[in-house]
Structure formats: C-alpha cells, structure tokens
C-alpha cells in the first residue's frame, strides 16, 4: 500500500513540473524510474570553474578601469586600457619577454635547490630524532627572517649576479618546503603504515609508496607557497639590485619604468608578475593535483 502511494506521489510530482520527466528501465527483472533534469544554460556555465574565475577578472579589471577613468591621472594611476596597451606594445618589442625570461630563469634555479635541500633536510628529520630537533630549529630560527634582509650579505658575499639572487631564493623556498613535508610525514595514520609493512614495503618503496602519497597534500602546500615566496622574493630583490649578468628581470624593468616616471609601463611589469602566478597555480600546480592526490583519493 505504501508504495503504491509512494509510485503516485512520484507519478504527480514530476507530471506537473516540464523540465523533469521519467523514463523507465529495466534492470534485473525490475522496473526502475529515472529522473532527468535538464540544467539551464546559465547552471551548465557555472560549473565551469576556468569560467567563474575568468568572469571575476573582467570584474577586477572593469573596476579598474572605472576607477582610473574617475581619478584620472596616469601618474598615480593608469586605466586598464593604457596599462594592456602598455603591455602589448612591450611584449611586441621583446622588453617584457626578455625582463620575464631573465627572472623565471633565476627563480628556477633558485627554486630547485630550495627543493634540493629542503628533501634532505626532511630526510635527515624522519631518519632520526636529532635530525627532527635540527630541522625544527632551523626552521624556528630562519623560517620567520625574511630573504630581502640577507640581501647585505649576499651583496658582500656573492656580489652583483645571479649567485646573489639565487641565495636569497634558497632562503625563502628551503623552509617552507621543508616544514609542510616534514608535517605532512608526521601525520601519515599508523593504520596505513602497518598497510605498508603487512605488504613488505621497506625502505624506499615504503617511502615512495605509501609516505609520499599520504603526505603528498602537504608536500604539494610547500611547494605552492615555496613558489609564492620565492617569487616575491625575486621581484624584490630586482628592485632592489636590479641588474644581474648585463641583464635585468621584471623587477628591474618596473624599477627602470618607475625613474622614467612610465607609470603605465610600470603597471605592465606588474601585471605581468601577477599573470605568471596565474599560469603557474592554475596550469602547473592543478596539472600536479589532479595528476597525484585527486588521483590517489588522499584529497583532505
């Protein structure tokens, strides 16, 4: 009796609504009623993340380009339309390209020993306790100073070249890296430790495949926020001594543009440095994510 009420209740909901009809199936013997909704053109967009967020930016620069319109003064701030102009016209003429291919080149460096150095580190900590209190002190003590105050010693130590840029670089992405996969270690379950020695797994295996992919979530964190801090750190530090090897990055390129008062140019570096991060988040570091953890099922 209950069902039958149930089937009709069903029977009368889904007559009166157009966008939901049934179709039957049969499986097993039994007769089965699927529902169907078709999704609006609006709903089908919106689940497209790419979309949502470029929707965001056309906002970000329409409030730009009213707010530089409304104060109007290229000086203190550029519209968006003088400032893509500006970035265009440079990119056009190669300055841009080769400012930004001169930074990537020392930010890559820089970074993969960061990463280097940050693997060890964290090796030598899950080896052993001593290695664990080293490593936790160092953190402690160089995690918190910023790379752009070593920018001195650098200076006196490795003078005006990349081999400065490059140790500020190690600076900032070392410990970051090095902590997040060092907690990332730590937290791996003793459930799924035991998984791993019920299996034989020993040594590296052990550590490649049941460490790293359980902490890999926090390895992945220290590695974007290694790369946000090292390129900070780059741009300020170009800022600061600009040229290296007979050739300047974007920092120096928004520095150059600064003293000759091209404040549209200026903008044009900027937004250069923010559309590279873009790139790398959404294509290199989503590329990783969805490769690795979302593949694995460790997604926290």
């Known amino acids: 009796m209950s069902e039958a009420i149930a089937i009709d209740f ?29 999704l609006s053109t609006f709903e089908v967009l919106y689940r497209e993340p790419a979309l949502r967020k470029l929707v965001i930016l056309v906002v970000l620069a329409c409030i730009w380009e009213i707010y530089g319109r409304t104060l109007n003064n290229e000086l203190l701030f550029p519209t968006f339309t003088a400032t893509a102009s500006a970035f265009f016209s440079s990119l056009i003429n190669g300055t841009l390209l080769a400012a930004a291919w001169v930074s990537l080149k020392v930010l890559l460096m820089g970074y993969a020993i960061g990463i280097g150095l940050a693997a060890v580190l964290t090796a030598v900590a899950i080896a052993s306790r001593i290695g664990t209190d ?90 974007k926020i290694g790369w946000a801090f090292a390129w900070r750190t780059l741009i300020a530090a170009e800022l600061v ?53 979302q593949r694995w099922g460790v997604q926290h």
Do not use: C
């Open 241 to 293: 001594f600009g040229v290296s090897s007979g050739s300047g990055g974007l920092g120096w390129f928004i520095f150059e543009n600064k003293n000759m008062l091209d404040i549209p140019m200026v903008f044009a570096g900027l937004l250069t440095v923010i559309l590279i991060g873009l790139v790398v988040e959404n294509l290199v570091f989503r590329t990783i994510e969805r490769r690795t953890i």
């Open 134 to 223: 080293f490593l936790e002190t160092m953190t402690s003590m160089f995690n918190p100073l910023p790379a752009i105050a070593l920018l001195p010693l650098a200076l006196i130590w490795f003078g005006l070249g990349n081999a400065s840029l490059i140790f500020v670089l190690v600076h900032s992405v070392t410990w970051a890296i090095a902590l997040n996969t060092h907690s990332g270690f730590l937290g791996v379950s003793k459930t799924l430790k035991m998984v791993g020695r019920n299996y034989g797994l020993k040594g590296f295996a052990f550590i490649t495949k049941i460490l790293i992919p359980a902490a890999f979530p926090s390895i992945l964190t220290g590695l």
């Open 10 to 38: 069903s029977q009368r909901a889904t007559s009166k609504r157009a966008e939901i009809f049934n179709k039957d199936v049969e499986g097993g013997g039994e007769e089965l009623t699927v529902i169907n909704q078709k």
